[in-house]
């Protein structure tokens, strides 16, 4: 969105409006730039009167003293209905409510894994609602503890039946035995648990990282929740993707006749999310927060986050390390 827009009409505002980023109170401001920490302002984001209408009957409030819709009565505050208005332009997940089409909601998700076109069109000025965050986290972070053993039963259903024994020469979790002994078999594997283990501490451990660089964010001014935000997108909504791409790839690898472990497939799709997810913050960076030196940012931050999670992960199980290294070394064909 283009930025430095016409001065607004401060007499048709009854509401506080704040720079997004030092919280520099704005009313009865003139200029294109925040006086302290010199950000480019853009009026109609940051106070969109205009375009503020009541959520149940679509009532034009622009030139009203209150928010209370003189139409239908119902009561609204005006910071709510202005995020309501930033956020619901981009359909981002956390506009999403109840009552929301299935459609609206893979909409969403649609745009959580676009990062090259979600930092670019979303605004520093809609700020984000930490709780709201926090709720899609804990449902991002559940959805992967369901998705990751179903994606694994599913994988010892399929691969048997698409894989090439002309060219593979052993299928992957042995044909003998049934769907269920070949699913326990996968989930007890001690890479995919390793695996498992280590991405819900890595995500956790990406917040803490991406949170350590203080110093940054107090030169910028950028606020924790945009942080938040940036986690959220970056690194815990591409979680649950994880095992759905491992089915993917393994039935690519089968059907192409690779002769490679399904544990190795595993952690090649948990090294694609973090690569992912190191871009991301990258983009997020430079086109949302507009911070320099983006990519050494995300790269900082990805390797504290994984030495993190490694120590952590020791801490929970000490032989954590020592099984992830031997599940690698120990490269061999078919299960």
């Known amino acids: 969105m283009p930025h430095g827009r ?3 009409n401060w007499e048709l505002i009854p509401f506080a409006v704040s720079c997004p980023r030092c919280g520099l109170d ?20 940051l106070a969109p009167i205009e375009h503020l209408r009541c959520p149940q009957c679509a009532y034009r409030l622009a030139g009203l003293a209150s928010s209370r819709c003189p139409e239908c009565g119902r009561s609204s505050s005006w910071s709510a209905l202005i995020v309501e208005h930033q956020q619901g332009r981009l359909g981002l997940l956390e506009c999403q409510r109840r009552g929301r089409s299935p459609a609206a909601a893979a909409r969403a998700w ?6 090259a076109r979600l930092w670019r069109r979303l605004d520093i000025y809609a700020l984000p609602s930490v709780r709201v965050l926090l709720v899609i986290a804990a449902t991002a972070a ?5 998705l990751t053993p179903l994606c694994l039963a599913l994988a010892a259903w399929i691969l048997p039946h698409v894989a090439r024994p002309d060219r593979n020469g052993r299928l992957y979790w042995q044909a003998a035995g049934s769907v269920g002994q070949r699913t326990a078999a996968a989930v007890g594997d001690p890479l995919v648990s390793a695996v498992v283990l280590g991405g819900g501490t890595w995500m ?3 917040l803490a990282a991406l949170l350590v660089f203080a110093h940054s964010m107090r030169r910028y001014r950028v606020r924790a929740s945009q942080v938040v935000r ?20 393994c039935v690519l690898d089968a059907a192409a006749g690779f002769p490679l472990r399904f544990n190795m497939i595993f952690a090649a799709a948990a090294v694609a999310v973090a690569v992912r997810a190191a871009w991301s913050i990258h983009l997020a960076y430079r086109h949302y927060l507009r911070m320099d030196r983006s990519p050494a940012v ?5 390797v504290v986050a994984v030495l993190a999670a490694i120590a952590a992960c020791n801490v929970i199980v000490p032989t954590y390390l020592v099984s992830v290294m031997y599940a690698l070394t120990d490269f061999q064909v078919g299960r």
């Open 298 to 302: 995300a790269l900082a931050a990805q």
């Open 204 to 206: 956790v451990c990406s």
């Open 26 to 45: 704005l009313r009865g401001a003139r200029g294109t730039a925040c006086p302290i920490c010199a950000l480019e302002l853009d009026w109609e984001a």
């Open 110 to 115: 649609w745009i959580a894994m676009s990062p």
């Open 142 to 146: 559940c959805l992967f503890a369901v």
């Open 6 to 8: 016409g001065e607004p």
């Open 230 to 249: 940036v986690w959220l997108y970056a690194c815990v909504a591409v979680l649950p993707v994880l095992p759905v791409l491992f089915v993917f790839l």
